[in-house]
Nanobody, 129 residues
Framework: QVQLVESGGGSVQAGGSLNLSCTAT????????MGWFRQVPGKEREGVAA???????KYADSLRGRFTVSKDNTKNTLFLHMNRLTPDDTAVYYC???????????????????????WGQGIQVTVSS
């Protein structure tokens, strides 16, 4: 399994931006589905954005337009650019990876936490009003 380490979290005022990074120990080119999730205490882990290959992306409907996922394969790093943040975006953010397969390409939603087998340790994002 690939190991993942998130960075870039912290505190920001509402309306601000943050960029998260997720660095993998191995190649994350087209071998893996990659995803960003977030979780607040007492709630299930929520899918934020997913990326496959070099350009295919999927976003939670409520976040599309504010969040952007991207990847730098040369650095084995996945990014999440978060704009116009609100206090509701406060959560622990996680990076996740799942090996691709022909079957999974057809069946995975890509934004369900139980679809992913490798996880980072999580990083706190706090947005103050």
């Amino acid at each position: 399994q690939v190991q993942l380490v998130e960075s870039g979290g912290g505190s920001v005022q509402a309306g601000g931006s943050l960029n998260l990074s997720c660095t993998a120990t191995g190649n994350i080119d087209d071998r893996y589905f990659m995803g960003w999730f977030r979780q607040v205490p007492g709630k299930e882990r929520e899918g934020v954005a997913a990326m496959e290959g070099d350009s295919w992306t999927k976003y939670a409907d409520s976040l599309r337009g504010r969040f952007t996922v991207s990847k730098d394969n040369t650095k084995n790093t996945l990014f999440l650019h978060m704009n116009r943040l609100t206090p509701d975006d406060t959560a622990v953010y996680y990076c996740a990876a799942e090996p691709r397969s022909a079957r999974k390409i057809l069946t995975m939603d890509r934004l369900q936490a139980n679809e992913y087998s490798s996880w980072g340790q999580g990083i706190q994002v706090t947005v103050s009003s």
